[in-house]
C-alpha cells in the first residue's frame, strides 16, 4: 500500500525555548537502559505511558498536555516490534515518580528489588539459583 | 607483572576470534589448499578486529556501556532483536564446536573416545562460568593458550622455503586445482572469523567486567593491538605449517589429526604434547568466551543485570540463560553431528551479524553524550567507514558464494 | 496512551492532507517538581516527512559525523518540523490529526 502524498507546510519557525530540560522520546528514553539507584541494571524502557490524551477523541481547545505516568518494559516489547498492545493490567509499570536522571542511562531512585520489573529476575533467583550450591557466594 | 596480566582479556578475545577450534580447522584447510594466498584476508581482517574493538573498548570504558546495549539503543529494538537472533545462533553453534573441540583434543590426547569427554567439558566450562572470577579465567586461559605459539616454532623447525612462502602470500593467485569461488567463499570466510561480532561483545563487556575507567584507555588499546595481532599472527602460522607439510603432499584435511601432523612432523612427541595443551586450553577459552558472549548479548537487549562480578544470585537470568546454552549445546553434540561442521555454517549468520553490530559501534563511537571529548578522531572514522563498506560486501556475498562452492567442498 | 501506539503513525492536516509519520514525541521537565526529578511534560511531537525510523536523531542534533552516515539521515529526515500540543486535534490509534492553522517549528533541540 503506498502512502499518500504529502505535503510539506508552507513555513517553518524556530523552535519556541522550554522552560526545562527537554527529552525526546525515541532519542532519549526509549531502549535505553534503567538502572537501580545502586547501579544495579533494573530492565530496559520498552516502551512509555501517558496520562492522556483519550484515544480518537477529539481534544478540547485548552485541554493540558498530557505527561509521562510511567516507563514500561516487559511483554510490550513484543506489541512494540510486532504491533498490538498488552491490556493495560498487565503492563509493567515503573512509575516516573522514581526516576531520578536521565542521560545514557535512566538512573532510579529506588531499589530493583523493589519494583515490579523485576520479578522474573527474583523468581529465578529464588527458584533456580539459589538450589546450586555457589549460588549466593561472592565471585 | 600486573601490566602484563594486564593484556590478557585482549589475548583471550583474540583466542576466541583466530584460534578456536573451527579456524584451527580452517586455517589448515587453507593452507593445504590455498598455501599462502588468502594471508592478505588474515592481515585485512586483523586491522579491521583492532579498529572496531578499540572503539568498542572505550564505549565500554568511558561510558560505562557494553556494546549490545548499544546496538539496541542505536539500531532499535527491531534491528537489535534481528542480530540477537542471528548473534545468538552464532553463539550457539560455536559453543557446541568448543566444547565438541575440547572433547577431540582430550581424545586425540588419551585415546579415550571423544562422546567420553564431552559432558566432562561440559561441566569443567560450566563450573569456571559459576564461580571462578573474571580475571583468574582470562589470566589462566589466555595465557596457556599462548602456547599454540608451537606452530610458529615448528614452522621454524620445519626449515621451510621462505622465498615461496612469502610469493604465494604477497603475490596471491587461485591454486590450479581450485575454483575461483571457493577461493573467495574461503576469503569471506577468513575474514568472518577474524571479525566475528562475539569478539566485540567479550571485548567490550570484559571493559565493563574489569571495570575499566578512561584512566584505562591506553590498557584498552595495548590489549588490542598485542592480542589481535598475535591471533592472526597464530593463524597464519597453522597456515604455514599446512602449507609446507600437507599442500605438498596432497593431505587434505578432515580431523584434528591433520592439523596437528606438521607439529608432530616437526618438533616430535614433544611438541605434539605442547600443542594438545595448547588446544585445549584455546578452546576452553573460545568456549567460554561464546557462552559468555551469549549470556551477554541476552542479558544487555533485555537490560538484565549481568556479569562474572556480580554473584550468581544477582545475575539470575544471566547465568540461567548460559546454562540453557551449554545444555543445548550438548545435546546437539549427543545428535552424533560433527563439532567442526557446525562452525561452518555459522558463517551465514555472521553475514547478518557483522554490519548489525559494526554500524552501531561506529555510530556511538561519534556521539559526544557517551563519550565526551573521546569520539572518533577523523583518520578513525575514514578507516571506519571503509571497513563498513567491506563487511557490507563481505555479507552481501556470504550466503550466495557458500551455495555456489557448496560450502568450501 | 502508551508511545508506540503514537510513534509510527500518520499525521494528517485539518483537511485531511498527509503530512508526514510521527518520529518522536518531545516532553520537557517542567512540569510538578516531583521527588527526584520534575514531571515530564508533552511538549508536542516531531514530524518527519519520509519515514519514522529517525532513532539516530541526526536531523535533531549538530553531529556531522561520522560523515557520510550523519549528512545522509539528514538528507532523508530534511523538512522534518515539530508541532505544539495546543496545535494536535486527535490522536488516534490510525493517525494524528492537527487542527487548522497549526504552526510548524523547527525540530532541532538545543545541545
Given at each position: 500500500m503506498s502512502?499518500?502524498?504529502?505535503?510539506?507546510?508552507?513555513?517553518?519557525?524556530?523552535?519556541?525555548?522550554?522552560?526545562g530540560?527537554?527529552?525526546?522520546?525515541?532519542?532519549?528514553?526509549?531502549?535505553?537502559?534503567?538502572?537501580?539507584?545502586?547501579?544495579?541494571p533494573?530492565?530496559?524502557?520498552?516502551?512509555?505511558?501517558?496520562?492522556?490524551?483519550?484515544?480518537?477523541?477529539?481534544?478540547?481547545e485548552?485541554?493540558?498536555?498530557?505527561?509521562?505516568?510511567?516507563?514500561?518494559?516487559?511483554?510490550?516489547?513484543?506489541?512494540?516490534?510486532?504491533?498490538?498492545?498488552?491490556?493495560?493490567?498487565r503492563?509493567?509499570?515503573?512509575?516516573?515518580?522514581?526516576?531520578?536522571?536521565?542521560?545514557?542511562?535512566?538512573?532510579?531512585?529506588?531499589?530493583?528489588?523493589?519494583?515490579?520489573?523485576?520479578?522474573?529476575?527474583?523468581?529465578?533467583?529464588?527458584?533456580?539459583?539459589?538450589?546450586i550450591?555457589?549460588?549466593?557466594?561472592d565471585? | 607483572?600486573?601490566?602484563?596480566?594486564?593484556?590478557?582479556?585482549?589475548?583471550?578475545?583474540?583466542?576466541?576470534?583466530?584460534?578456536?577450534?573451527?579456524?584451527?580447522?580452517?586455517?589448515?584447510?587453507?593452507?593445504?589448499?590455498?598455501?599462502?594466498?588468502?594471508?592478505?584476508?588474515?592481515?585485512?581482517?586483523?586491522?579491521?578486529?583492532?579498529?572496531?574493538?578499540?572503539?568498542?573498548?572505550?564505549?565500554?570504558?568511558?561510558?560505562?556501556?557494553?556494546?549490545?546495549?548499544v546496538?539496541?539503543?542505536?539500531?532499535?529494538?527491531?534491528?537489535?532483536?534481528?542480530?540477537?537472533?542471528?548473534s545468538?545462533?552464532?553463539?550457539?553453534?560455536?559453543?557446541?564446536?568448543?566444547?565438541?573441540?575440547?572433547?577431540?583434543?582430550?581424545?586425540?590426547?588419551?585415546?579415550?573416545?571423544?562422546?567420553?569427554?564431552?559432558?566432562?567439558?561440559?561441566?569443567a566450562?560450566?563450573?569456571?562460568?559459576?564461580?571462578?572470577?573474571?580475571?583468574?579465567?582470562?589470566?589462566?586461559?589466555?595465557?596457556?593458550?599462548?602456547?599454540?605459539?608451537?606452530?610458529?616454532?615448528?614452522?621454524?623447525?620445519?626449515?621451510?622455503?621462505?622465498?615461496?612462502?612469502?610469493?604465494?602470500?604477497?603475490?596471491?593467485?587461485?591454486?590450479?586445482?581450485?575454483?575461483?569461488?571457493?577461493?573467495?567463499?574461503?576469503?569471506?570466510?577468513?575474514?568472518?572469523?577474524?571479525?566475528?561480532?562475539?569478539e566485540?561483545?567479550?571485548?567490550?563487556?570484559?571493559?565493563?567486567?574489569?571495570?575499566?575507567?578512561?584512566?584505562?584507555l591506553?590498557?584498552?588499546?595495548?590489549?588490542?593491538?598485542?592480542?589481535?595481532?598475535?591471533g592472526?599472527?597464530?593463524?597464519?602460522?597453522?597456515?604455514?605449517?599446512?602449507?609446507?607439510?600437507?599442500?605438498?603432499?596432497?593431505?587434505?584435511?578432515?580431523?584434528?589429526?591433520?592439523?596437528?601432523?606438521?607439529?608432530?612432523?616437526?618438533?616430535?612427541?614433544l611438541?605434539?604434547?605442547?600443542?594438545?595443551?595448547?588446544?585445549?586450553?584455546?578452546?576452553?577459552?573460545?568456549?567460554?568466551?561464546?557462552?559468555?558472549?551469549?549470556?551477554?548479548?541476552?542479558?544487555?537487549?533485555f537490560?538484565?543485570?549481568?556479569g562474572?562480578?556480580?554473584?550468581?544470585?544477582?545475575?539470575?537470568r544471566?547465568?540461567?540463560?548460559?546454562?540453557?546454552?551449554?545444555?543445548?549445546?550438548?545435546?546437539?553434540?549427543a545428535?552424533?553431528?560433527?563439532?567442526?561442521?557446525?562452525?561452518?555454517?555459522?558463517?551465514?549468520?555472521?553475514?547478518?551479524?557483522?554490519?548489525?553490530?559494526?554500524?552501531p559501534?561506529l555510530?556511538?563511537?561519534?556521539?559526544?553524550?557517551?563519550?565526551?571529548?573521546?569520539?572518533?578522531g577523523?583518520?578513525?572514522?575514514?578507516?571506519?567507514?571503509?571497513?563498513?563498506?567491506i563487511?557490507?560486501?563481505?555479507?552481501?556475498?556470504a550466503?550466495?558464494l557458500?551455495?555456489?562452492?557448496?560450502?568450501?567442498? | 496512551?502508551?508511545?508506540?501506539?503514537?510513534?509510527?503513525?500518520?499525521?494528517v492536516?485539518?483537511?485531511?492532507?498527509?503530512?508526514?509519520?510521527?518520529?518522536?514525541?518531545?516532553?520537557?521537565?517542567d512540569?510538578?517538581?516531583?521527588?527526584?526529578?520534575?514531571?515530564?511534560?508533552?511538549?508536542?511531537?516531531v514530524?518527519?516527512?519520509?519515514?519514522?525510523?529517525?532513532?539516530?536523531?541526526?536531523?535533531?542534533l549538530?553531529?556531522?559525523?561520522?560523515w557520510?552516515?550523519?549528512?545522509?539521515?539528514?538528507?532523508?529526515?530534511r523538512?522534518?518540523?515539530?508541532?505544539?500540543?495546543?496545535?494536535?486535534e486527535?490522536?488516534?490509534?490510525?493517525?494524528?490529526?492537527?487542527?487548522a492553522?497549526?504552526?510548524?517549528?523547527?525540530?532541532?533541540?538545543?545541545?
Amino acid at each position: 500500500m503506498s502512502k499518500a502524498k504529502r505535503i510539506q507546510p508552507s513555513e517553518i519557525r524556530p523552535a519556541p525555548r522550554a522552560a526545562g530540560k527537554v527529552l525526546d522520546a525515541q532519542l532519549h528514553l526509549l531502549d535505553r537502559q534503567m538502572l537501580d539507584v545502586d547501579g544495579v541494571p533494573v530492565s530496559t524502557v520498552d516502551d512509555v505511558e501517558l496520562s492522556g490524551p483519550e484515544p480518537d477523541e477529539r481534544i478540547p481547545e485548552s485541554a493540558p498536555a498530557p505527561h509521562i505516568t510511567a516507563l514500561l518494559t516487559g511483554p510490550v516489547l513484543g506489541t512494540r516490534i510486532f504491533g498490538g498492545r498488552p491490556p493495560s493490567s498487565r503492563l509493567i509499570r515503573i512509575p516516573w515518580r522514581v526516576v531520578a536522571g536521565v542521560d545514557t542511562v535512566i538512573t532510579l531512585g529506588v531499589r530493583s528489588d523493589s519494583l515490579d520489573a523485576s520479578w522474573v529476575e527474583r523468581w529465578l533467583r529464588n527458584h533456580v539459583i539459589a538450589r546450586i550450591p555457589g549460588g549466593r557466594h561472592d565471585p | 607483572m600486573k601490566r602484563l596480566l594486564g593484556v590478557a582479556l585482549g589475548i583471550l578475545t583474540a583466542i576466541g576470534g583466530f584460534v578456536d577450534i573451527g579456524d584451527l580447522v580452517t586455517n589448515a584447510v587453507v593452507g593445504s589448499r590455498f598455501g599462502m594466498s588468502l594471508a592478505w584476508v588474515v592481515v585485512i581482517g586483523v586491522v579491521g578486529i583492532c579498529l572496531f574493538a578499540n572503539m568498542s573498548g572505550r564505549v565500554a570504558a568511558v561510558s560505562g556501556r557494553a556494546t549490545f546495549e548499544v546496538i539496541r539503543e542505536r539500531m532499535g529494538p527491531r534491528a537489535g532483536l534481528a542480530n540477537l537472533g542471528a548473534s545468538f545462533l552464532i553463539n550457539l553453534m560455536t559453543v557446541t564446536a568448543e566444547i565438541g573441540g575440547i572433547a577431540l583434543a582430550l581424545q586425540l590426547a588419551s585415546g579415550v573416545a571423544y562422546m567420553l569427554w564431552v559432558p566432562f567439558a561440559l561441566l569443567a566450562v560450566w563450573l569456571v562460568i559459576w564461580r571462578v572470577k573474571f580475571s583468574i579465567m582470562e589470566n589462566v586461559t589466555g595465557l596457556v593458550g599462548l602456547t599454540l605459539v608451537v606452530f610458529a616454532v615448528a614452522l621454524f623447525l620445519l626449515k621451510p622455503d621462505w622465498g615461496s612462502l612469502a610469493a604465494q602470500a604477497l603475490s596471491p593467485s587461485v591454486p590450479g586445482e581450485e575454483s575461483t569461488g571457493t577461493y573467495w567463499y574461503y576469503a569471506i570466510a577468513l575474514f568472518g572469523a577474524a571479525m566475528t561480532p562475539y569478539e566485540v561483545f567479550f571485548f567490550s563487556s570484559g571493559a565493563v567486567e574489569e571495570r575499566w575507567k578512561v584512566k584505562d584507555l591506553v590498557q584498552s588499546r595495548i590489549n588490542v593491538l598485542l592480542g589481535f595481532p598475535l591471533g592472526g599472527f597464530l593463524s597464519l602460522a597453522i597456515a604455514a605449517c599446512a602449507a609446507v607439510v600437507l599442500l605438498p603432499a596432497g593431505i587434505s584435511v578432515t580431523t584434528l589429526s591433520q592439523v596437528v601432523l606438521p607439529v608432530a612432523q616437526a618438533g616430535g612427541q614433544l611438541a605434539l604434547a605442547v600443542l594438545i595443551l595448547g588446544i585445549v586450553a584455546a578452546t576452553f577459552g573460545a568456549a567460554l568466551e561464546t557462552t559468555l558472549s551469549s549470556g551477554y548479548t541476552l542479558a544487555q537487549y533485555f537490560g538484565w543485570p549481568w556479569g562474572k562480578f556480580r554473584r550468581p544470585a544477582a545475575a539470575s537470568r544471566f547465568h540461567v540463560a548460559m546454562m540453557v546454552v551449554l545444555l543445548a549445546g550438548v545435546a546437539v553434540l549427543a545428535t552424533g553431528v560433527d563439532p567442526i561442521l557446525v562452525t561452518e555454517y555459522s558463517v551465514v549468520f555472521s553475514a547478518i551479524a557483522l554490519p548489525l553490530t559494526y554500524l552501531p559501534i561506529l555510530i556511538v563511537a561519534n556521539d559526544p553524550q557517551y563519550m565526551g571529548k573521546h569520539v572518533n578522531g577523523r583518520a578513525v572514522n575514514v578507516a571506519g567507514l571503509v571497513y563498513l563498506v567491506i563487511i557490507l560486501v563481505a555479507s552481501i556475498a556470504a550466503i550466495p558464494l557458500m551455495i555456489a562452492s557448496g560450502a568450501g567442498a | 496512551m502508551i508511545l508506540s501506539d503514537v510513534l509510527g503513525s500518520d499525521v494528517v492536516d485539518h483537511h485531511g492532507q498527509r503530512l508526514g509519520e510521527v518520529s518522536d514525541v518531545r516532553f520537557a521537565l517542567d512540569a510538578a517538581p516531583g521527588q527526584l526529578l520534575s514531571g515530564a511534560r508533552m511538549v508536542g511531537i516531531v514530524v518527519s516527512p519520509r519515514t519514522a525510523s529517525s532513532f539516530l536523531g541526526y536531523e535533531r542534533l549538530g553531529l556531522t559525523q561520522p560523515w557520510p552516515v550523519a549528512q545522509l539521515l539528514r538528507w532523508r529526515h530534511r523538512g522534518s518540523f515539530l508541532v505544539l500540543w495546543e496545535d494536535i486535534e486527535r490522536m488516534g490509534s490510525q493517525e494524528v490529526a492537527l487542527r487548522a492553522g497549526f504552526t510548524a517549528y523547527e525540530s532541532t533541540l538545543e545541545s
